[in-house]
């Protein structure tokens, strides 16, 4: 077995092959054995207020009360959340679940266009949005199926006098909330108090019941709904709190959640793999604001923080970061793009914490792959699969191709692999072939020691002269030049080599010339590599976590809003 798997022989100390996908049913019973084990511990934390695991209990009972006795929601009913990270989230996610709906998470970035796509295709009965988009919703409500409309402000729940002042300041001084006007819509709280007059009754939650619709391909298509069901979440939820169980301590964790909890990535890896830790979850509401997420990150001592290489980045530009306390911080992870070596090791020298590299996707629940968490240096790589998970790499026939640094469609089969795209078979088919391989789309490489490489997504790849040049490289070679703050690279079509390759650069030194660049790139990189064309920008364009979208470099066109 362990011939076909040579990843095994690297797994972390005491880390098991597989896992046990019966120790929980549900979504819900990891919850209420972590409400057990850790009663009156701090579950999380949002502008100075902290609520427990008691509390949150509490209050999603509550919410899961109202939506089924007052609005009469049926199990399988979908809800969905627009929101920030804030203490309405978990209590929101976890009152829909305990109540057996499904959770549809909705980018509060969308334009009314994409609003309203995600609530039409979802099917969804109910909304909670915060006041600062409730004008998009106003839009789009009367073209959807939503029954109800629930509206919070960002400090409803953070106690007065702070919440009120919180709220002012949003609507008033900051000018974040536009009005709006939505008939029959509930405040949040008011949802709260009319669920108390309400029995939870028992709900029989299934594993194959499915637990959220994550959206996801909107910046390739029209957005699907990945159908994540307990058993997937759960099962991801098992496979990396093994991997870190090593060195985190129940009870004693506090860990950093500035990636938004819509996005799979903070959904799992902090919400639920450190809610069976008992952990704090310490919620940034904007970390765009990098002065006032660092100025958060020196309040807390904090023991794990997840995120991209742009916020990572971000934050190791921000004045104040590097005098940050960072004495009780003991795992860093990256996902959700590939992080730089530049940024990997700047991270390591100014906080002596190696950024550990994860990948996966929303297919996947995300986990996919994890480097060991005692990793001593960042090595380039995407990690080993994690238990229970089988990779594999395919040509463009279907068939497996074996054989060290050959490169490969990288395809997954887990537990954690998605049910299917919602109400898309023939998407799902595309995605997920007959013998159970979910595709990725991301071109691949594996060493000797069974650790994945990614060379680059299977439609960036750029092709100069019939040599495949793979953007991440180029862009790591770049980002490591002094006075280079980000880099983006693509195809562009050249009549001479069919394509040539094309770099975007945000500046750090306001002096940094193209011929620097090109000069810099001619030592590092063999020739066809080599950019063409060098264009500076004040700023790329990214997905609301960070990922930078290349799409918007090749196709520049503006979408209609």
Known sequence: MSQDRPWFKNYPQGVPHEIDLDEYRSIVSVFETAVKNFNGRPAFSNFGKTLTYNEIEVLSRHFAAYLLGELKLKKGDRVAIMAPNCLQYPIAIFGILRAGLTVVNVNPMYTARELKHQLIDSGASALVVVDNFGHTVQEVVADTPLKQVITTGLGDLVGFPKGTIVNFVLKYVKKMIPDYDIAGAVRFKDALTLGRMHQLPEIDIDGEDIAFLQYTGGTT??????????????????????????????????????????????????????????????????????????????????????????????????????????????????????????????????????????YGLTETSPAACINPPDLKDYNGAIGLPIPSTDVCLKDDDGNIVSGLEVVGELCVKGPQVMKGYWQRPEETANSIDSDGWLHTGDMAKMDAEGFFYIVDRKKDMILVSGFNVYPNEVEDVIAGMEGVLEVAAIGVPDEKSGEAVKVFIVKKDPSLTAEQVKAYCRENMTGYKQPRTVEFRTELPKTNVGKILRKELRDPVPRPS
């Not at 799992?268 to 830790?277: D, E, I, P, Q, R």
């Not at 992870?333 to 390591?348: D, P, T």
């Open 221 to 358: 298509g029209v957005a699907k709904g990945a159908m994540l069901t307990h058993r997937n979440l759960v099962a991801n939820m098992q496979q990396a709190s093994v991997w870190i169980g090593g060195s985190a301590v129940a009870g004693q964790e506090v860990i950093v959640t500035a990636l938004p909890l819509y996005h799979i990535f903070a959904l799992t890896a902090n919400c639920l793999v450190f809610m069976k830790f008992g952990a704090e979850n310490y919620l940034i509401t904007n970390p765009r604001d990098m002065p006032g997420f660092v100025k958060e990150l020196s309040k807390t001592p904090f023991t794990a923080i997840t995120g991209v290489n742009t916020l990572f980045n971000g934050l190791l530009n921000t004045p104040g970061f590097d005098q940050v306390d960072f004495s009780k911080l003991k795992m860093t992870l990256g996902g959700g793009m590939a992080v730089q070596r530049a940024v990997a090791e700047k991270w390591k020298k100014v906080t002596g914490v190696t950024l550990v590299e994860a």
